[in-house]
């Protein structure tokens, strides 16, 4: 037996070492690499959970076996399952990394906690199988284990969720001590950049493009980060929509390899993108507070909207049409009285007028339209002065001209109205003025968009 031990320890002063050295053997540089890394390191947050589970119950075995002796074998059984798991979570964490390209002072402390860890829990399986002295150190051993998984599990869960994630809802007491952000506010607070581009990238990019990650070595979270740009160059190039990465990512295909923002989360919503594309066509400034031809008003309390009835009788005739028109009809809620959105997204420019219109029986219940870059005309408000309960419209990249848009005037819910890119004149939008109601009208890249001064 004690001819055994000396090997085994030998082995795992190896392993420790190797692990150690991981890190510079190969670097997390913030560049992609192999697509087979990325498949296998998927599977670290599933696989992750074991370990922290099988390490946790390690010391509820312990003290559990010294009121029943016989659960103490169990412990050591546990306790090798533990480093086992902990080397395939490592493995697989590292691949993840190192294959996504992914890198930054979250993601270094995350490694190097479960680095800390499996070299722990390794040391505490061989430990409690040792005796004398050295078997008296297995309990503070094992609690400096757990405590090294607790802080590295935190440091995971910073990824996911956000630094905050355990500290935005603290109780006021606990809100004395500071908990710093990573990220940098910007410069200029009432411009342009600060009040709509940098909340949109914070709250959609920087979980993957911040302080804690970074991908591609590229940094969102300030407007500095954001113009560097990254491995492949500057994604930002003030004046020039066209050559600006940034913006061919967000408005890439959904199922598109490099559309961003990645991991399955949602796309950027329209006016957002129309808000960064007239932001770096008009120069990318971080200190310019308007931009021409878009005007976003001041939050405004909403009076309660109107239900628009029950359509469940209807919900058979409702999706047949849909259906038939190549588009969705959606619920709004699990509330039917909410309404349903009109999405045209995978019909595109098969859908026009007269698809409108044989959806017109249901218009009392449409209260969205997403008409973009469809084949309508201005023949569409016929159809549309029947959505009775219509707050928003999409009719941004269509062929409408404006002749007609005064029919629009009765929809006393319209709220959001998109015209950018289309050919509507400050005359066809004339009569739109006297909605009082309509508080979001976006008018740009079109001859009505307000000249610059």
């Not at 993957?208 to 500095?224: P, Q």
């Amino acid at each position: 037996m004690d001819r055994l031990k000396k090997p085994v320890w030998i082995a795992s002063l190896v392993v420790s070492v190797v692990l150690l050295l991981l890190p510079s053997i190969f670097r997390l540089d913030g560049k992609p690499h192999a697509d087979w890394q990325q498949f296998l390191g998927r599977f670290h947050p599933l696989v992750v959970h074991l370990p922290v589970g099988l390490i946790l119950l390690v010391p509820l075995i312990e003290v559990a076996g010294r009121f029943r002796p016989a659960l103490l074998e169990a412990a050591g059984f546990v306790l090798s399952l533990s480093v086992l798991s902990c080397l395939l979570a490592l493995t697989l964490g590292y691949l993840l990394a190192y294959g996504s390209g992914d890198a930054g002072a979250g993601v270094i402390r995350h490694m190097w906690g479960g680095i800390a860890v499996t070299i722990a829990v390794g040391f505490c399986f061989f430990v409690r199988g040792a005796s004398g002295s050295l078997r008296d150190a297995y309990p503070y051993l094992l609690a400096g284990a757990v405590l090294l998984l607790a802080w590295t599990a935190h440091q995971g869960g910073s990824l996911t969720h956000g630094d905050n994630y355990l500290t935005q809802y603290l109780p006021a007491p606990l809100k004395l001590v500071s908990f710093g952000s990573t990220n940098t506010k910007p410069q200029f607070p009432d411009s342009f950049y600060a009040q709509h581009i940098y909340p949109v990238l914070d709250a959609n990019c920087v979980s993957c493009h911040g302080a804690s990650k970074v991908k591609g070595s590229l940094r969102l979270d300030s407007y500095d980060r954001l113009m560097r740009g990254g491995e492949d160059g500057a994604v930002v190039i003030p004046g020039n929509t066209d050559r600006s990465t940034l913006l061919k990512r967000i408005t890439l295909p959904k199922d598109d390899k490099k559309f961003m923002p990645s991991d399955g989360k949602p796309a950027l919503k329209s006016e957002e993108i129309t808000w960064i594309k007239a932001w770096i066509q008009q120069g990318a400034s971080p200190e310019v507070q308007t931009l021409v031809g878009i005007n976003v008003p001041p939050p405004h309390h909403e009076e309660p909207i109107p239900q628009v009835g029950d359509y469940s009788a209807k919900m058979g005739e409702i999706a047949q049409a849909a259906k038939a028109a190549g588009v969705t009809l959606v619920p709004v809620s699990k509330n039917l009285g909410d309404g349903l959105i009109l999405n045209t997204t995978d019909a595109g420019t098969k859908f026009g007028d007269a698809q409108l219109a044989g959806l017109a029986r249901f218009a009392p219940y449409i209260v969205e339209a997403e008409l973009a870059r469809t084949s309508v005309s201005d023949a569409c408000f016929d159809t549309l002065e029947k959505f009775s309960h219509l707050r928003a419209l999409h009719l941004e990249g269509t062929a409408v001209s404006g002749a007609g848009l005064a029919k629009l005037g009765q929809l006393q819910q319209l709220r959001y109205l998109n015209l950018s890119s289309t050919q509507v004149t400050e005359a066809g939008i004339a009569p739109l003025r006297s909605m009082k109601n309509l508080r979001h009208l976006y008018l740009y890249d079109t001859p009505a968009q307000p000249v610059a001064r």
